[in-house]
């Protein structure tokens, strides 16, 4: 069985051949060399045809990647993971701290999706796929297609940022109420809006703040990134804090929340909403969600 990964160039992609632009767009493609043998094997298809090195990627191209489903007869991974929300279409898991994703190692949420949700009876159904990220130490919703056709439409609502996503973290020092951190990253637009919903006094950080986060972009590392940028960076983060201010051993207190979008099949407006994990109710308690 071969599994189709979709990438959808958003509307700032500058014109770029495939053999740039496609490196490190799948997680199975790190590399040149690896992007020019699964195109001579003829796996990978730009807007419905068969690509070559030379073609020039531009925004709203829809790049395909087939590749051999892994094999799980020998070894099974083994990773119950908590079903928020299920249908034939989409499911929406509660995705735990420490483990990626994807990529290419084993134990990722991409290799566990088969033995955690039901089989789709939909005409066009596929392996579950991830339709977007989180961090491997972030928690909380994961949004996962399980037909090609909505597959597609999840990448489309995230382009078009038609998808609705709110954070919440726990931050160091003391910050502004509300605000709107504009601040690049890699060079690229990046924008996210904080409001801060209850603060307790901290005899080693100050300040500790439970923070709602919304980013308008969707850039790596974005909302721990523009928080170190304002000095308020995530409690628990292990790349981006204030030298002496690093909490080790209790994770990053980093949380998808909530996310919003109109169903790709039955347009209903999809809201669903998780509690916040035990770790910030114990220094948060009056929030239960």
Known sequence: MQIKEIHIADKNTVPTRLQEYGVGVFQKIATKSALK??????????????????????????IEYYHPAISVAKTRLKLNLEIVYEDDYLAVINKPAGILVSGNGFKTVANALVQNLKESLAKDAVNPQPAHRLDYATTGLLLVGKTNSVITDLNRLFEHKNISKTYFAITIGAMNTTGTIDLDIDGKPAISTFEVVETVK????????????????????????????????????????????????????????????????????????????????????????
């Open 37 to 62: 043998k699964a195109i001579k094997k003829q796996h990978v298809f730009v807007n419905g045809s068969i690509a070559t090195t030379a073609i020039v990627i531009v925004s709203g191209d829809i």
């Open 202 to 289: 901290s005899e080693r950080f100050t300040f500790l703040n439970l923070v709602r986060l919304n980013p308008q972009t969707g850039r790596r590392h974005q909302l721990r990134k523009h928080l170190l940028g304002i000095g308020n960076p995530i409690l628990g983060d292990a790349s981006y804090f204030l030298e002496g201010l690093q909490l080790k051993g209790k994770g990053l207190y980093l949380h998808a929340q909530s996310i919003e979008f109109n169903h790709p099949v039955t347009n209903e407006n999809f809201h669903v909403v998780l509690e916040l994990p035990k770790k910030f109710k114990k220094l948060f308690p009056k929030k239960d969600k």
